[in-house]
């Protein structure tokens, strides 16, 4: 044994609405009361916004049209409820508590181009095991900046993953926060292609649907070429959504993953067999399976469990691994939990820096008092004792595949959602911004023809891990051509890629206005909140107890310690890195909508950093910086921010 040291029906939202119908939304209050009785009107159930009603409709012959409840509504008793309409007749209505939209069936779209046959570049389709890790970075270590950062805590999988395989040093997140990531991880689409504006969803902004449905999802693709598909740990933030629709559309052949992935000791696992049998399993907390409740090992031990079922099967396996760690509030295994005493947030010269050159929600932030200061140390001690379990995974995988004799025909890659910061900025605990902390993540992997210890340096992002698995396990015809990514697989295996991008994309639109308390923190035997000064990390200085939080205007002045801003935390970026530069340019709009003057000027907010000159980000350039230039780059990110693709239409991002 492996000692790492019932759910709503939801339907497949809108990414899988382009296979057969486009649509007419109509707003307004539709259907009420007698309405709701009339032979033409029936309930389809509750699904979490319109698109989702409109993929229940979309493949029912009888329902031509469809109406949905807001949620937002208050005295609404039919509150996400879906109704169907065999016909498309709407009558508007007043007086309703409910906020209705509805839609109704148009233009019957072309069927989407066929699959190609997998004609993958080995001659053979190699085994795949992709682990995704939630809020690591590689930049913090005690010393300060480092290019590995929290790798630093995972000596087993240095050796085996970059040792005998290779690293990208330039690897960066598409949006530094958990659920869009994740998104366009498995679907290899930027933010705007699965959420605002083009595709607005419910799970931070984004259509997490994209990650399992058939056609968009890297699950359901690989499942079509002839994979076995297992998947254990955190998918996305809706959790117990996505893999119950994953289930329904049979996307994953093998699940058993926890449903309360925050809960570092959680007792209930979604498990979903190829014979399409499903249950929610609890743990007996008294004697678990594996011997403990610890989500890591407990990730880990029914990894191995499966791969002992599928190695040695005549189809080729895809094992995705979502431990949480080291995401807050970063428990470590009991075994591990005084592993890290010894060590500290590092105190970069952008710690606790006054920050007049950043949006309002940072320059406001006062001086970081000892209370934060303490909780943050704890935070970074906890967040390296939980990647020890994480280590122990890697290796326990590795160690698996050598025994079973696959390990050389098997490519494993490993990286992480986006980065994190402790107290960079007066900014603690937290990501969502476009500084390197935030957007720079690890990324290993080995596999055949891939030289061991080799770093690549070139410029690429979480975008890009889709098309490389599909390549691998189908060739380069299989990756759909609305894939907004590119394969890295020229790169990793020393094949010619001179036209390589030299520059890259991060966007994000705030997901709500909280404070440097919003994230909890583990409290061993030995309680923070004994040696810290209170009960949790503090909102604001200790010495200022909280009144209002408001984003103050001037500097260092504010009452609270913010981390994200629906006011001033909307914002796109690019990321450029070539040999003449090394910069980040930002602009900030909170109606994202980034209507601006040729120069990038009218907006709430620009920045630009040079990177070489100035890796702490201290010096916002763009004041200083001619028109020429700022029109060069605002009319580079406006482009790329207008990119993509869908079933018929390549991609056009870069």
Same mark, same amino acid.
């Given at each position: 044994?492996?000692?790492? =040291?019932?759910?709503?029906?939801? #339907?497949?939202? @809108? &990414? /899988? +609405?382009?296979?057969? $119908?486009?649509?007419?939304?109509? !707003?307004?209050?539709?259907?009420?009361?007698?309405?709701?009785?009339?032979?033409?009107?029936?309930?389809?159930?509750?699904?979490?916004?319109?698109? =989702?009603?409109?993929?229940?409709? #979309?493949?029912? @012959? &009888? /329902? +031509?049209?469809?109406? $949905?409840?807001?949620?937002?509504? !208050?005295?609404?008793?039919?509150?996400?409820?879906?109704?169907?309409?065999?016909?498309?007749?709407?009558?508007?209505?007043?007086?309703?508590?409910?906020?209705?939209?509805?839609?109704?069936?148009?233009?019957?779209?072309?069927?989407?181009?066929?699959?190609?046959?997998?004609?993958?570049?080995?001659?053979?389709?190699?085994?795949?095991?992709?682990?995704?890790?939630?809020?690591?970075?590689?930049?913090?270590?005690?010393?300060?900046?480092?290019?590995?950062?929290?790798?630093?805590?995972?000596?087993?999988?240095?050796?085996?993953?970059?040792?005998?395989?290779?690293?990208?040093?330039?690897?960066?997140?598409?949006?530094?926060?958990?659920?869009?990531?994740?998104?366009?991880?498995?679907?290899?689409?930027?933010?705007?292609?699965?959420?605002?504006?083009?595709?607005?969803?419910?799970?931070?902004?984004?259509?997490?649907?994209?990650?399992?449905?058939?056609?968009?999802?890297?699950?359901?693709?690989?499942?079509?070429?002839?994979?076995?598909?297992?998947?254990?740990?955190?998918?996305?933030?809706?959790?117990?959504?996505?893999?119950?629709?994953?289930?329904?559309?049979?996307?994953?052949?093998?699940?058993?993953?926890?449903?309360?992935?925050?809960?570092?000791?959680?007792?209930?696992?979604?498990?979903?067999?190829?014979?399409?049998?499903?249950?929610?399993?609890?743990?007996?907390?008294?004697?678990?399976?594996?011997?403990?409740?610890?989500?890591?090992?407990?990730?880990?031990?029914?990894?191995?469990?499966?791969?002992?079922?599928?190695?040695?099967?005549?189809?080729?396996?895809?094992?995705?691994?979502?431990?949480?760690?080291?995401?807050?509030?970063?428990?470590?295994?009991?075994?591990?939990?005084?592993?890290?005493?010894?060590?500290?947030?590092?105190?970069?010269?952008?710690?606790?820096?006054?920050?007049?050159?950043?949006?309002?929600?940072?320059?406001?932030?006062?001086?970081?008092?000892?209370?934060?200061?303490?909780?943050?140390?704890?935070?970074?001690?906890?967040?390296?004792?939980?990647?020890?379990?994480?280590?122990?995974?890697?290796?326990?995988?590795?160690?698996?595949?050598?025994?079973?004799?696959?390990?050389?025909?098997?490519?494993?890659?490993?990286?992480?959602?986006?980065?994190?910061?402790?107290?960079?900025?007066?900014?603690?605990?937290?990501?969502?911004?476009?500084?390197?902390?935030?957007?720079?993540?690890?990324?290993?992997?080995?596999?055949?023809?891939?030289?061991?210890?080799?770093?690549?340096?070139?410029?690429?992002?979480?975008?890009?891990?889709?098309?490389?698995?599909?390549?691998?396990?189908?060739?380069?015809?299989?990756?759909?051509?609305?894939?907004?990514?590119?394969?890295?697989?020229?790169?990793?295996?020393?094949?010619?890629?001179?036209?390589?991008?030299?520059?890259?994309?991060?966007?994000?639109?705030?997901?709500?206005?909280?404070?440097?308390?919003?994230?909890?923190?583990?409290?061993?035997?030995?309680?923070?909140?004994?040696?810290?000064?209170?009960?949790?990390?503090?909102?604001?200085?200790?010495?200022?107890?909280?009144?209002?939080?408001?984003?103050?205007?001037?500097?260092?002045?504010?009452?609270?310690?913010?981390?994200?801003?629906?006011?001033?935390?909307?914002?796109?970026?690019?990321?450029?890195?070539?040999?003449?530069?090394?910069?980040?340019?930002?602009?900030?709009?909170?109606?994202?909508?980034?209507?601006?003057?040729?120069?990038?000027?009218?907006?709430?907010?620009?920045?630009?950093?040079?990177?070489?000159?100035?890796?702490?980000?201290?010096?916002?350039?763009?004041?200083?910086?001619?028109?020429?230039?700022?029109?060069?780059?605002?009319?580079?990110?406006?482009?790329?921010?207008?990119?993509?693709?869908?079933?018929?239409?390549?991609?056009?991002?870069?």
């Amino acid at each position: 044994m492996l000692r790492l =040291a019932v759910l709503l029906a939801v #339907a497949t939202a @809108a &990414s /899988c +609405l382009e296979e057969k $119908w486009s649509w007419e939304v109509v !707003k307004g209050d539709i259907v009420e009361g007698k309405q709701l009785h009339d032979p033409h009107v029936w309930v389809a159930g509750k699904t979490d916004s319109l698109e =989702a009603c409109q993929a229940l409709c #979309a493949p029912n @012959a &009888s /329902c +031509l049209s469809c109406d $949905w409840a807001g949620s937002d509504a !208050k005295n609404c008793g039919f509150a996400k409820y879906c109704y169907f309409r065999s016909d498309t007749v709407f009558n508007p209505v007043t007086g309703t508590p409910c906020h209705h939209v509805a839609a109704r069936k148009a233009t019957p779209l072309p069927p989407p181009p066929p699959r190609p046959t997998p004609n993958p570049p080995l001659g053979y389709q190699p085994n795949l095991v992709f682990i995704l890790t939630d809020d690591q970075d590689t930049r913090l270590d005690p010393s300060g900046y480092t290019d590995i950062g929290s790798l630093a805590a995972m000596p087993q999988a240095r050796k085996l993953l970059i040792e005998q395989g290779s690293r990208m040093s330039n690897f960066i997140v598409q949006t530094p926060i958990c659920c869009p990531s994740r998104t366009e991880t498995f679907s290899g689409r930027y933010y705007h292609n699965i959420g605002p504006p083009n595709e607005p969803g419910s799970c931070m902004h984004v259509n997490t649907s994209n990650a399992a449905d058939p056609l968009h999802g890297v699950f359901g693709l690989l499942k079509s070429a002839g994979y076995n598909v297992g998947a254990f740990g955190k998918v996305t933030n809706d959790q117990s959504t996505i893999l119950k629709l994953a289930t329904e559309l049979d996307t994953m052949d093998y699940i058993d993953s926890p449903l309360n992935y925050n809960d570092y000791d959680g007792l209930t696992y979604w498990r979903k067999f190829p014979n399409g049998t499903q249950y929610v399993e609890s743990l007996d907390k008294t004697n678990p399976a594996f011997g403990t409740t610890y989500q890591t090992a407990q990730i880990g031990n029914r990894t191995l469990r499966w791969l002992d079922q599928v190695i040695g099967d005549k189809k080729p396996f895809f094992a995705y691994l979502g431990p949480h760690a080291p995401h807050f509030p970063a428990e470590p295994a009991p075994w591990y939990a005084d592993l890290h005493d010894d060590i500290t947030a590092p105190r970069t010269p952008n710690y606790n820096a006054s920050s007049p050159d950043k949006p309002q929600h940072i320059r406001q932030n006062p001086p970081l008092d000892d209370d934060v200061k303490c909780w943050e140390d704890q935070h970074m001690r906890d967040r390296w004792s939980t990647l020890a379990s994480v280590d122990d995974l890697v290796a326990a995988v590795v160690d698996k595949l050598e025994a079973a004799g696959v390990l050389d025909k098997t490519y494993i890659f490993y990286t992480s959602d986006h980065g994190y910061k402790l107290g960079q900025w007066r900014v603690g605990t937290s990501k969502q911004h476009p500084y390197d902390t935030d957007i720079r993540i690890p990324f290993m992997a080995r596999g055949p023809g891939i030289k061991p210890n080799s770093t690549f340096p070139e410029i690429a992002g979480n975008v890009d891990i889709t098309p490389t698995l599909l390549e691998l396990a189908a060739g380069k015809d299989f990756i759909p051509n609305f894939v907004d990514g590119k394969s890295l697989i020229p790169i990793l295996t020393g094949q010619p890629h001179a036209n390589w991008r030299d520059h890259i994309l991060v966007e994000y639109k705030s997901v709500g206005t909280y404070y440097n308390d919003h994230s909890g923190i583990w409290e061993g035997p030995d309680s923070p909140s004994e040696h810290c000064g209170t009960g949790k990390p503090p909102r604001c200085p200790h010495d200022a107890p909280c009144k209002k939080c408001v984003e103050a205007e001037g500097i260092g002045n504010g009452e609270c310690y913010f981390v994200d801003s629906t006011h001033s935390n909307n914002w796109r970026a690019i990321r450029i890195m070539n040999k003449q530069e090394n910069l980040v340019y930002v602009e900030y709009d909170p109606n994202w909508e980034f209507n601006a003057t040729a120069t990038g000027g009218g907006l709430q907010f620009n920045e630009l950093y040079d990177l070489d000159a100035d890796p702490y980000q201290l010096k916002n350039l763009y004041n200083e910086t001619s028109a020429a230039k700022q029109t060069e780059l605002h009319q580079k990110l406006a482009t790329y921010w207008q990119c993509g693709g869908n079933l018929w239409n390549a991609s056009t991002c870069p």
